[in-house]
């Protein structure tokens, strides 16, 4: 069974700083790794998705790595800015026809001014 | 595109009564998804449709709740009777094919 571990939970850092976010799973099967940002009371947006076969993904300050081998993406945000404050969502697609999502729980960001 | 539209926005309900969430999905979009999420146990996919039929209700969790996609523009999802430990944000996704999810603001659902 595929699980999915952010970790932290949570994060508090200052403007300016470059940081990473962890997702983990645990099955290499995948077929791509999607991370989301979810503002407080809002639904996910899409940031960035990697598909099995690519090793990273890049928008603008967002690059995201993908290692199947390992079961492990990092998203890192360089130069952090208060308005990224929100929670990171990273979720699994299954290698089979499903197009289920397995999510993890999250990290909770919050850039301080 | 004005993105995934989902509605009502909030729904405030008693134990029994029915509930009907809808959402209208990106013009285009040939999948659609249904989402719950709780603090206990974070996102969980509910059903999802391919081409307005059903092809995943595994997530669906009783026989309360149900899916329909009469067309490519029109989803709902209903809970009949409805129950406190329904209370929760149920959120409508769509997407192409393989591609990104795209998903809606969510309907937030409290069951007194």
């Known amino acids: 069974k595929q699980e999915v571990t952010q970790i932290p939970a949570a994060l508090s850092v200052p403007e300016g700083e470059n940081l990473v976010l962890n997702c983990s799973f645990t099955d290499s099967a995948i077929y791509n790794l999607q991370w989301f940002r979810q503002d407080p009371g809002k639904g996910l947006t899409s940031l960035l998705l990697?598909?099995?076969?690519?090793r990273e993904q890049t928008s603008g300050r967002l690059n995201a790595s993908l290692d199947k081998s390992s079961g492990r993406s990092t998203l890192y945000i360089a130069a952090s800015q208060p308005g990224d404050s929100a929670t990171y969502l990273c979720?699994?697609?299954?290698?089979?026809?499903?197009?289920?999502?397995?999510f993890g729980s999250g990290t909770r960001l919050l850039v301080r001014p | 595109d004005a993105g995934v539209i989902q509605s009502p926005r909030h729904e405030v309900t008693e134990m029994g009564q029915e509930v009907t969430l809808r959402c209208k999905p990106i013009?285009?979009?040939?999948?659609l998804f249904w989402y719950r999420q709780t603090m206990m146990r974070g996102l969980e996919l509910l059903i999802y449709?391919?081409?307005?039929?059903?092809?995943?209700d595994s997530g669906m969790p009783e026989d309360r709740f149900s899916a329909k996609m009469p067309n490519a523009s029109f989803s709902t999802l209903k809970i009949q009777p409805s129950e406190p430990r329904d209370s929760a944000v149920y959120f409508c996704a769509s997407s192409l094919q393989a591609g990104k999810k795209f998903f809606g603001p969510g309907t937030r659902l409290t069951v007194l």
């Open positions: 979720a699994v697609r299954r290698v089979d026809s499903s197009y289920k999502l397995i």
């Open positions: 990697i598909q099995s076969s690519q």
């Open positions: 449709f391919n081409n307005n039929v059903p092809i995943d």
């Open positions: 013009s285009g979009h040939d999948y």
